[in-house]
């Protein structure tokens, strides 16, 4: 039997990048075909730019769209994605960018470490993962960022922020969905603490990130800051294991 992959993809002002996206996963899918039942979730946002209807017009099958009234933020995003997927029976959850750095053409060595583990992450920081095109700064950003959350919250993984990951029909069922708590890109920490403390299989595979040449990055120094605060948090008050 084929297993139902979810290939989830949040976006917001996103016309310039994601139909080049969409057609190089058209290609991945159907290489994949024979193992994988691949259809992909369009979460949008209520884009200015048109994101949406782009996509609408583009007719790309198994791509779907699930319109959202204003900007909410990536974790809740994220989590529409997966209670979409949930009520539709699927059993593996991809998280992507739409702006062109997460490779399409890497997604079948995630979905391959996924048959023995619950979570994959995309790892830019460890043998045979890389970066192209990011400033010092921004390097120095995302390591350090990592390090301090792998630190103090006691984690052995080397890219909590990475944003390419696939997660287990399982995993989600596990950690109750409900109680992730982040808005930004601290939520791909959370989900990695949440997986870890119920005690599930977490594996790591180099990726190649490459910086978008379209539109404008989300990231910001709120977003930072809101990671930092809540890997904090997390640290001192303690986690809730579910294992």
Same mark, same amino acid.
């Given at each position: 039997?084929?297993?139902?992959? $979810?290939? +989830?993809?949040?976006?917001?002002?996103?016309?310039? =990048?994601?139909?080049?996206?969409?057609?190089?996963?058209?290609?991945?899918?159907?290489? /994949?075909?024979?193992?994988?039942?691949?259809?992909?979730?369009?979460?949008?946002? =209520?884009?200015? &730019?048109?994101?949406?209807? !782009?996509?609408?017009?583009?007719?790309? !099958?198994?791509? %779907?769209?699930?319109?959202?009234?204003?900007? /909410?933020?990536? *974790?809740?995003?994220?989590?529409? *994605?997966?209670?979409?997927?949930?009520?539709? &029976?699927?059993?593996?959850?991809?998280? +992507? #960018?739409? #702006?062109?750095?997460?490779?399409?053409?890497?997604?079948?060595?995630?979905? *391959?470490?996924?048959?023995?583990?619950?979570?994959?992450?995309?790892? @830019?920081?460890?043998?045979?993962?890389?970066?192209? %095109?990011?400033?010092?700064?921004?390097?120095?950003?995302?390591?350090?960022?990592?390090?301090?959350?792998?630190?103090?919250?006691? /984690?052995?993984?080397?890219? /909590?922020? !990475?944003?390419?990951?696939?997660?287990?029909? $399982?995993? $989600?069922?596990?950690? %109750?969905?409900?109680?992730?708590?982040?808005? *930004?890109?601290?939520?791909?920490?959370?989900?990695?603490?949440?997986? %870890? #403390?119920?005690?599930?299989?977490?594996?790591?595979?180099?990726?190649?990130?490459?910086? @978008?040449?379209?539109?404008?990055?989300?990231?910001?120094?709120?977003?930072?800051?809101?990671?930092?605060?809540?890997?904090?948090?997390?640290?001192?008050?303690? @986690?809730?294991?579910?294992?």
């Amino acid at each position: 039997m084929l297993r139902r992959v $979810l290939v +989830c993809i949040p976006t917001y002002n996103e016309s310039a =990048n994601i139909l080049e996206i969409l057609e190089r996963f058209s290609i991945v899918i159907q290489e /994949l075909s024979s193992a994988y039942e691949i259809s992909i979730l369009i979460i949008d946002d =209520n884009s200015p &730019d048109g994101t949406a209807d !782009s996509v609408e017009k583009a007719n790309f !099958s198994r791509v %779907h769209i699930l319109s959202r009234s204003e900007k /909410l933020g990536l *974790g809740p995003a994220y989590l529409a *994605g997966f209670s979409w997927g949930l009520e539709r &029976d699927f059993q593996y959850f991809v998280e +992507c #960018d739409a #702006d062109g750095s997460h490779q399409p053409e890497e997604l079948s060595v995630l979905l *391959g470490a996924s048959d023995i583990s619950e979570l994959v992450i995309g790892t @830019r920081w460890m043998d045979g993962g890389s970066v192209l %095109h990011w400033p010092i700064h921004r390097k120095a950003i995302s390591r350090i960022g990592t390090w301090y959350a792998r630190t103090i919250l006691h /984690l052995p993984y080397r890219d /909590l922020t !990475s944003g390419y990951r696939v997660i287990s029909r $399982l995993a $989600l069922e596990r950690i %109750h969905l409900s109680e992730v708590q982040t808005l *930004g890109y601290g939520f791909q920490i959370e989900m990695a603490m949440r997986i %870890h #403390d119920a005690g599930l299989s977490i594996a790591q595979v180099p990726i190649t990130f490459i910086e @978008r040449t379209h539109g404008e990055s989300k990231m910001s120094k709120r977003i930072v800051l809101e990671a930092l605060i809540q890997t904090t948090r997390w640290a001192f008050q303690g @986690r809730k294991k579910t294992r």
